[in-house]
């Protein structure tokens, strides 16, 4: 009798596929990406919400200003690029995106704002405090788990920075909290 059941599957020539695909949920790269998109528009609806609410006057970006300029929104004359879905434990900061051009970091956004899910709080940075900071990193990534190094995904032309939000708190300059919404998302 086989002990370790991964063992035992491999060495009886058993495929662990078909186990794997009925107790896993397996994503495209295409369904990753649409739920990235989804997340990302939801909590840049929430954002504008939150702002109209404290009677700011919010305007949407043109689509070449999302894509080109890396702005969502503007706000009181500043260009706001909101990043949905961020943890305390990981932070992902854009110097060039998957086509090796300039990442949001280096767009033209006054504010890069991130909703940490465990603050249920927007946090607001300086874009040019996060651009300097990842300007002062120079070591590289060896795999994706690694924080404050340079990280470049296999087959891509990016150029990115995993932190932590202890590793930037200091270089918060505001935040919009929601915690005591009864509902955070639509």
């Known amino acids: 009798m086989c002990k370790d059941k991964m063992k035992c599957s491999i060495s009886q020539g058993f495929s662990l596929l078909p186990i794997l ?4 949920l397996i994503m495209t790269l295409e369904e990753r990406l649409a739920q990235c998109n989804q997340e990302g528009e939801k909590a840049e609806q929430h954002f504008k919400r939150l702002m109209e609410a404290k009677g700011k006057f919010v305007l949407p970006s043109t689509r070449d200003q999302n894509i080109y300029e890396h702005v969502d929104f503007w706000v009181d004359d500043k260009g706001i690029d909101v990043k949905g879905n961020r943890h305390l434990d990981c932070i992902w900061l854009e110097l060039n995106n998957v086509q090796g051009k300039d990442g ?83």
């Open 104 to 186: 949001w970091l280096k767009g033209k956004a006054d504010y890069i704002v991130f909703d940490v899910i465990e603050l249920k709080q927007f946090c607001f940075f300086n874009r040019t405090d996060l651009l300097t900071y990842c300007d002062n990193i120079s070591g590289r990534a060896i795999s994706k788990d690694d924080f404050n190094k340079l990280y470049t995904r296999f087959g891509r032309k990016d150029l990115l920075v995993k932190v932590r939000y202890d590793d930037i708190k200091d270089l918060q300059v505001g935040f919009l909290s929601y915690k005591h919404e009864k509902v955070q998302r639509l």
């Open 21 to 24: 695909s009925t107790t896993t």
